[in-house]
């Protein structure tokens, strides 16, 4: 069972940066294990934002978000990251963490149901 845990999130200006923070933890498999970014907006269906492989070599974004988010990790300390730039008021929105194992594919679209462990969440909110 594996335990993940966000922090980061705050109160931003619009143009701002924000860094996300997942931990995992507890007993979970890397052999193909998957580590992503949702978020969701008062009103709003969960999305997807980013995700990452465990080796790190292969990540997919939102077009939403292309080119000013970028996902990264740090295997030893089992953390996934979320560098957010160019934040806009749209991006306001509770973003969560998610784990599960499947294999990688660039031509995959990511959705909430393909993950089965999520973390609590961390509440961004960026002011026009």
């Known amino acids: 069972q594996v335990q993940l845990v966000e922090s980061g999130g705050g109160l931003v200006q619009a143009g701002g940066s924000l860094r996300l923070a997942c931990a995992a933890s507890g007993r979970f498999s890397t052999i193909s294990t998957i580590m992503a970014w949702f978020r969701q907006a008062p009103g709003k269906e969960r999305e997807f934002v980013a995700v990452?492989?465990?080796?790190?070599?292969?990540?997919l974004y939102a077009d939403t978000v292309k080119g000013r988010f970028t996902i990264s990790k740090d295997n030893l300390k089992n953390m996934v990251y979320l560098q957010m730039n160019s934040l806009k008021p749209e991006d306001t929105a509770v973003y969560y963490c998610?784990?599960?194992?499947?294999?990688?594919?660039?031509?995959?679209?990511?959705?909430?149901?393909?993950?089965?462990?999520w973390g609590q969440g961390t509440q961004v909110t960026v002011s026009s």
């Open positions: 990452i492989t465990w080796s790190g070599r292969s990540t």
């Open positions: 998610a784990v599960d194992q499947r294999v990688f594919s660039s031509t995959w679209k990511p959705k909430p149901s393909d993950f089965g462990s």
